[in-house]
């Protein structure tokens, strides 16, 4: 299995980017994927959750309304779009297939003026 993310950078407050994560090595459709972060001295927290089919997401309170989490079957690719970002979004992006023990190495993303 392999996840690799990609997308992230340095952006001013306000600002938007969009990651992705392609991935390979499993039936990507079949399972769901998941967005978490880690801030700098801080635990990883779920961002965001989207079903196999693309039909059902989920997300964390603070992102909702900002962060849009989608999916690319044909492309084994999963976005996560990241809209007026705040200073405090700045954290590693990791994707994540749901209930096993496969991430990605992560992409980061700083939110800086």
């Known amino acids: 299995v392999r996840l690799v993310e990609s997308g992230g950078g340095l952006v001013q407050p306000g600002e938007s980017l969009r990651l992705s994560c392609v991935a390979s090595?499993?039936?990507?459709?079949?399972?769901?994927m998941n967005w978490y972060r880690q801030a700098p001295g801080k635990g990883r927290e779920l961002v965001a959750a989207?079903?196999?089919?693309?039909?059902?997401?989920n997300y964390a309170d603070s992102m909702k309304g900002r962060f849009t989490i989608s999916r690319d079957n044909a492309k084994n690719t999963v976005y996560l779009q990241m809209n007026s970002l705040k200073p405090e979004d700045t954290a590693v992006y990791y994707c994540?297939?749901?209930?096993?023990?496969?991430w990605g190495k992560g992409t980061l993303v700083t939110v800086s003026s």
């Open positions: 989207i079903s196999g089919a693309g039909d059902n997401t």
């Open positions: 994540n297939v749901a209930l096993s023990g496969w």
């Open positions: 090595g499993f039936t990507f459709s079949t399972y769901v």
